[in-house]
């Protein structure tokens, strides 16, 4: 079974987007993603600030990119879930350390308020097919 049949089998709830919004959606939101993490990381590589602020970056990344095999190569609802809940952690914990310890890119995370209500949208629609196909 491909993966459009597999996931259009799935019982999804009636507040669902339809499948064709994704795609613009996530265009949308990895420019946004690109012009400020990208300037998070280019103020590490010019030691502007620690490591440190950059990790939950780093990791949302990982998280994020990790998502669609997770959900469509493995087809697995639940590490699907677990994963997009790591999505949403590292995006809070990434804005939050970015509002407290750089003032000046707090630009970044207003920037990012689309990715975030989406990544909240994403997870209980993710968690919520995860129950309704167990």
Not at 9 to 38: C, E, H, M, N
């Amino acid at each position: 079974m491909n993966t459009y049949n597999w996931y259009s089998q799935l019982i999804k709830p009636s507040w669902s987007p339809p499948s064709w919004l994704f795609g613009p959606v996530w265009t949308f939101l990895y420019i946004i993603i690109a012009f400020s993490f990208g300037t998070v990381f280019y103020k590490v590589i010019t030691r502007e600030i620690s490591w440190v602020i950059a990790l939950p970056f780093v990791l949302n990344l990982i998280f994020n990119f990790a998502f669609t095999p997770i959900q469509f190569g493995l087809k697995n609802n639940i590490l699907a879930a677990i994963d997009i809940v790591l999505v949403l952690g590292t995006l809070v914990w990434a804005l939050y350390s970015l509002w407290h310890a750089l003032p000046d890119l707090r630009w970044a995370v207003y920037a990012n308020i689309p990715y975030l209500l989406w990544v909240i949208f994403a997870t209980c629609l993710q968690l919520t097919i995860m129950y309704l196909n167990r």
